[in-house]
Nanobody, 127 residues
Framework: EVQLVESGGGLVQAGGSLRLSCAAS????????IGWFRQAPGKEREGVSC????????VYADSVKGRFTISSDNAENTVYLQMNSLKPEDTAVYYCAAESTVWVVPGYCRTSNFGSWGQGTQVTVSS
């Protein structure tokens, strides 16, 4: 059974940083793509960044390029999202998701492409 557990959320001032973690279990880590998504109040869930642990390929939403960095620790089956220069509009519940594929291409990081989800972690950025 695929299990994904997010951690690292919290309250931070604008311009600050947070690092989210997604601990994965129950599947072969290198056979999946792992993604970070977020959902702000009243808005649809959107893709933030995705990574293929097998080859390290990544994609980012335009809104976070240059500020967020996704990475994976394949020995620990964990994916991280380093978030710098945070803005109030980054406030959302952040979810980790996994899908059985090894290819990450532009446009793939969409909620409809992922079948397994974590419970989410709240990120609040104050102005």
């Amino acid at each position: 059974e695929v299990q994904l557990v997010e951690s690292g959320g919290g309250l931070v001032q604008a311009g600050g940083s947070l690092r989210l973690s997604c601990a994965a279990s129950g599947f072969i880590f290198n056979d999946y793509v792992i993604g970070w998504f977020r959902q702000a109040p009243g808005k649809e869930r959107e893709g933030v960044s995705c990574i293929s642990p097998s080859d390290g390929s990544t994609v980012y939403a335009d809104s976070v390029k240059g500020r967020f960095t996704i990475s994976s620790d394949n020995a620990e089956n964990t994916v991280y999202l380093q978030m710098n220069s945070l803005k109030p509009e980054d406030t959302a519940v952040y979810y980790c998701a996994a899908e059985s594929t090894v290819w990450v291409v532009p446009g793939y990081c969409r909620t409809s492409n992922f079948g397994s989800w974590g419970q989410g972690t709240q990120v609040t950025v104050s102005s």
